[in-house]
């Protein structure tokens, strides 16, 4: 089993619709959840932060963290053709390097 | 003003070759990352350094190795190229182990 799993998708939503991305893990280590965003032939690019359960919202995009569920989502509000994207949840226990999630292929319809 | 910069961003090069991939940070982190993307955009850490000192080594054939001249650059050499070892591989930096990373573009190494 993996640490962090995620589904691959791909997500094709239409414009405007809120998209909901999750990712679930098993290592009850995992204290600091991050979300990238990662554009085709592009780096990652970090888009939220948090290390505590319950929400943090940014702008249109807000990360929701479940640890006693061991979930964590992004929600992304009217959503946008710019943001069609991969986007990756990493985990990190503190003391190693980020362990990353498979990634979600989003597609936004115009 | 690039914040981690890689070179080169595209690399095509023949089995048995030797080669490397350069990486430089500006934001001031002390810990340096290589990390590899597979075909399926799985993202694997393989290489960790903190101040100059290595941390973190995955299990990552010997071929690899990493090389850190000081706390800003990242270096990352391959010998002996193999089909296998063509992938994505990013730099990444951050402030300590416990923050978040950021990444370079990546470079695209193709063994053909």
């Known amino acids: 089993q993996k640490e962090v799993e995620q589904d691959p998708g791909p997500l094709s939503v239409p414009e405007g619709a809120i998209v909901s991305l999750n990712c679930t893990y098993s290592?009850?280590?995992?204290?600091?959840f991050m979300w990238y965003r990662q554009y085709s032939r592009k780096g990652p690019e970090l888009l939220m932060y948090?290390?505590?359960?319950g929400n943090k919202e940014d702008g249109r995009f807000t990360a929701q963290v479940d640890k006693s569920s061991k979930y964590i989502s992004l929600f992304i509000r009217d959503s946008q053709p710019s943001d069609s994207a991969t986007y990756l949840c990493?985990?990190?226990?503190?003391?190693?390097?980020?362990?990353f999630g498979s990634g979600t292929r989003l597609q936004v319809q115009p | 003003d690039t914040a981690v910069s890689q070179t080169p961003k595209y690399l095509v090069t023949q089995m048995g070759n030797d080669k490397s991939i350069k990486c430089e940070q500006n934001l001031g982190h002390d810990t340096m990352y290589w990390y590899k993307q597979d075909s399926k955009k799985f993202l694997k850490i393989m290489f960790s350094y903190n101040n100059k000192e290595l941390i973190i080594n995955e299990t990552v054939p010997n071929r690899f190795s990493p090389k850190s001249p000081d706390k800003a650059h990242l270096n990352l050499h391959i010998n002996s190229l193999e089909l296998g070892d063509s992938a994505v591989y990013f730099c990444a930096s951050s402030h300590d182990r416990e923050t978040e990373a950021f990444f370079g573009q990546g470079t695209r190494l193709t063994v053909v």
């Open positions: 290592n009850s280590a995992f204290q600091y």
């Open positions: 990493a985990l990190h226990t503190g003391r190693r390097a980020l362990t």
């Open positions: 948090t290390y505590s359960s």
